[in-house]
């Protein structure tokens, strides 16, 4: 199971010691991963490990926070995103994000789906855009008849999915995804990973989520997250425990506190 | 206790100490058919009847007023008083307050279209761009006080500052009503702003919205509905002033509709000057024209309720 190192594969994203502080106080500490392209790395661990603190690194969406800083290095196709003179706004545009609860804007439909073309001076046919981004998101058949129909008042499990949309028509490379599927019913849970699986052939996908059972399903490597707690002043933050594949990860763990976790003994 | 109605609170054969003050149903009693205990009815119609009371009494003097317009200023609301000025001498019959109503048209309009864009702005700058720094703070603290300012202060302030150097006139009027009407639509705007979901922010900059971008399509339009209701509010309000603009429009006879250089007259001023007449007929259309503001701030306010309600963030 050594990673393939081929030109073709090489990482999207390499994380090289990446410390999270929000305020004076660590949140994550010394995180190094690589994310391999056109595959699913889901980020597990328990509350508060810092799960979507890491996620949110990926496309610096964690500087909205007032107070929180990020040293280390994130290397996009090589690239340091947080070096010198990068602009946020630019990282944002190419790396996608859906949210815990599905978020559209109150718009049409279209709208929403259009946000992201719109205002990035997308030349191109936005109709096809709005068309081709709701059929990757397998929403198109359930909207084409409402396009400028309220995306408020779709079901929460097609407003997931129209977020996918929105996030695949500023036609990213890679998508990031924080819970995606914890608001949601199973039945819209089901829809939203089979979804993965069909973006997964396009898309580089980082989950982060609670369920365990969600992370082995999906997911191609997971990383393990977990909280370290500083006896004296009690202070906590994020650890990388382990990351690999998937099914080693869950069969065959070499760490002892990744082990206990998976098998469901905390956490 | 074979089915019968038991009393709530009615002390049950094992109860030895009450813990519950007799609020908490007796051992073995069933629910169905179950009577509260007197006392609690007893509280509960006091409670209500003294609620209904203190309606009612608010409602008074709103009723009273609202009949005494209706009825006193009907009888001198007529087409002629909507289109036409006042007559040529106070005791005539008959004329209307139109140079009023051009005259709170103009200034009215005036203040709100510098106030509204100026209020805004400064909510949005409250709100995305100063939050709790110095000058955000600074800037609420003034638009709180400002908002309990005494009106005729702004108009002193307004005369000294521009009336004594070029005289009365519907410009010098706005400017006070939009010092009035300012610091509402900058708190107003600035509630509603708030009320936008972090997460709506967060779906725009994760498309790569810059901060305008995310300002100016998604923010704003998310709080248009509340921030209408507010701009409506607040034209409400500078409709319904007087005192500022006796020292900044003085007030006029005529029809004006210069914007400086002559003082003008409002809705307002007509009545305070009609009413103070001794004659009938000048108090009879002091009467219609406080009818004429009512429901010109009747109508200003159900707009604004109807905004409200479309309020999408609501939904």
Known sequence: MNPDTSPGNAPVFAVKGLDVHYGSSLALKGVTMDIRPRRITAIIGPSGCGKSTLIRCFNRMNELIPGATVSGEILYHGENIYAQGVDPVMVRRRIGMVFQRPNPFPKSIYDNVAFGAKINGYKGDIDELVERSLRQAALWDEVKNQLKKSALDLSGGQQQRLCIARAIAVQPDAILMDEPASALDPLATVRIEDLMQDLKKDYSIIIVTHNMQQAARVSDETAFLYTEVDEATSARWGILVEFGETSQIFTKPSDKRTEDYVSGRFG | ?315
């Open chain 2, 1 to 315: 206790m074979n089915g019968e109605p038991v009393e709530i609170g009615g002390a049950g054969p094992g109860d030895a100490v009450d813990y519950w003050g007799g609020s908490r149903l007796a051992p073995g009693a069933t629910l169905v058919g179950a009577r509260p205990s007197r006392a609690r009815v007893w509280r509960n119609r006091r409670s209500t009847f003294l609620i209904v009371l203190a309606v009612f009494l608010t409602l008074v003097p709103v009723v009273l007023i609202l009949v005494q317009i209706t009825t006193k200023g009907l009888s001198a609301m007529n087409l002629g008083f909507l289109t036409k000025s006042l007559p040529f001498s106070d005791t005539a019959t008959g004329g209307g307050f139109l140079n009023g109503l051009i005259g709170t048209g103009i200034m009215v309009g005036l203040a709100t279209v510098v106030s509204v864009p100026l209020g805004i702005l400064g909510a949005i700058y409250l709100v995305e761009y100063g939050k709790k720094n110095w000058l955000a703070t600074l800037i609420r603290f003034f638009a709180d006080v400002m908002t309990g300012v005494p009106s005729i202060f702004v108009g002193v302030f307004v005369y000294t500052a521009l009336v004594i150097k070029f005289g009365y006139g519907a410009v010098m009027g706005a400017a006070a009503l939009a010092l009035i009407m300012m610091p509402i639509i900058v708190r107003s705007s600035e509630e509603m702003l708030k009320l936008v979901p972090l997460e709506l922010k967060d779906g725009s900059y994760a498309l790569g919205a810059a901060k305008w971008q995310t300002v100016t399509k998604v923010i704003l339009p998310s709080a248009a509905p509340g921030i209408t209701t507010g701009v409506m509010l607040a034209v409400a309000r500078a409709a319904g002033e007087t005192a500022p603009l006796i020292l900044t429009a003085l007030g006029s006879i005529q029809l004006v509709t210069k914007l400086t250089g002559s003082p003008i007259s409002s809705l307002t001023l007509l009545i305070f000057n009609g009413a103070q007449q001794p004659y009938a007929a000048s108090i009879a259309r002091a009467w219609a024209g406080a009818l004429e503001l009512l429901v010109l701030v009747l109508i200003f306010t159900i707009v604004a309720r109807l905004f409200a309600s479309r309020s999408r963030l609501t939904k």
